[in-house]
């Protein structure tokens, strides 16, 4: 058995300790939460501190906090030589304190609150500073899923900026594709199927061979049509700028 | 029975021809196309002629063509005072000439040729130039889809302009996603649980509610990062124009 301590009591160190609650290789020995309440869904489940002195032996420490807390945190802990590893696509490895060793445990995924996840589909990024820690990282990844990449720092940038692109701006699109329906007194339900569709394409054609149109087939008439219906600046100007940029790729 | 006349042969109509032939209300009585080889897969099952003049009686005729095509296709249907109607979510009503009653029947999907759907959960928009003929092209509709919208033709521009946001920009913000994995030799495969649950989370949270991300939380140093990462201008410039529009809804 594996043992498993998490650092954290967000989204991601709660969907991580709900997964490896059912995995029969690896266990939570214990949770480190600065405020006990944020995991009362686990209270009995798992053993829990908000000291970090008494934090106990674990085969990995999973440190799952914002981005800026990582290194003062892992500078916190309060023993050497361990394997350490944070959860985050846009921390660099070395914001580990190189008092123990470092490593990344990067699920690539968006987790909500109360929204439960099927953790075996989802990807996670893995990279250890040194080689010889990465089986046990890999050992613990799955256990609870099957898909698992050997990610270094650089491509894990790589990866959170496209991640952005493919997520977060994706979902601002659909609340401009939202504005524009209450606007126009139009249900948002209409363009659900539409949306599920467009993600659904791209599982067996490229994206390059998904696109469609009018700036696809430059389709100049309706292009206008468009901008010139749209009052509102900003989404003329995404508007624009979008258009443009499919029109670039087909002439490559 | 009612008797429906399909005029086209491009995805669109082929995918409307296979629902029909599904349904026990709407028989399809002929399809029209200037090119009849596309219409093979179906050849056998309807009736079908290349010659305008050859058209028979129906209760609705689909004008399923290119935008641009709807005008001049409807002017030289050799007959007056029968119901057409055409499935675009680009084009006003008045695109059909006013020999005949005019009307729209536009599902709101992104169809690929080879690639079957649930024509059943598809939203369909109707509009009809007389009250009159609603009913009849409601019937038609409720043969084949479950999801019927009365929409007018400004509401149904609207709702063209947001499905270019929420399906073609979104798939390029995909392609995007692709490009920046294929130059740092990282699978896009690992994005794509990524971008499926984008597209599942607004099935029952709001856009608004749903936005994360380094533009969502003010992230500056990561927002930072990214642009720094970014060699390309045009990503560099999408990122910048959609972190903005993040940001300021933030500010309402």
């Given at each position: ?6 650092i954290?009591?967000?989204n ?41 002195k008494d ?6 420490y999973l440190?799952?906090?914002?981005d ?9 802990l ?11 696509g846009g921390?660099a ?7 123990n ?11 909500s ?9 989802i ?8 080689v010889?820690?990465?089986p ?34 994706t ?28 993600a659904q394409k ?15 087939r ?16 900003n ?18």
């Amino acid at each position: 058995m594996i043992r498993v301590a998490i650092i954290g009591s967000g989204n991601v160190a709660q969907h991580l300790i709900a997964a490896f609650l059912q995995s029969t290789d690896v266990q939570v020995v214990q949770v480190f939460a600065r405020n006990k309440k944020a995991l009362e869904p686990f209270s009995g489940l798992v053993a829990m501190t908000d000291n970090l002195k008494d934090l106990t032996e674990a085969d990995l420490y999973l440190i799952a906090v914002s981005d800026d807390a990582i290194g003062p945190l892992s500078m916190q802990l309060p023993f050497e030589g361990r394997l350490v590893a944070h959860t985050s696509g846009g921390a660099a490895i070395d914001q580990i304190a190189s008092k123990n060793a470092a490593a990344v445990f990067y699920p690539l995924q968006t987790f909500s609150k109360n929204k439960p996840v099927d953790f075996s589909t989802i990807p996670i990024c893995l990279e250890t500073y040194a080689v010889d820690d990465y089986p046990l990282l890999e050992k613990v990844a799955r256990s609870i899923s099957g898909h698992i990449y050997k990610i270094d720092s650089k491509q894990r940038q790589a990866l959170h900026v496209a991640a952005v692109f493919a997520n977060n701006f994706t979902n601002h699109l659909y609340k401009i594709g939202n504005d524009i329906c209450a606007e126009n007194q139009i249900p948002f339900d209409i363009l659900k199927p539409l949306i599920a569709e467009t993600a659904q394409k791209i599982m067996t054609l490229s994206p390059a061979e998904a696109q469609t149109g009018p700036a696809r087939r430059n389709d100049v008439s309706t292009i206008g049509r468009h901008l010139e219906f749209l009052s509102d600046e900003n989404q003329k100007n995404i508007y624009t700028i979008l258009t443009q940029s499919i029109q670039n790729d087909q002439k490559l």
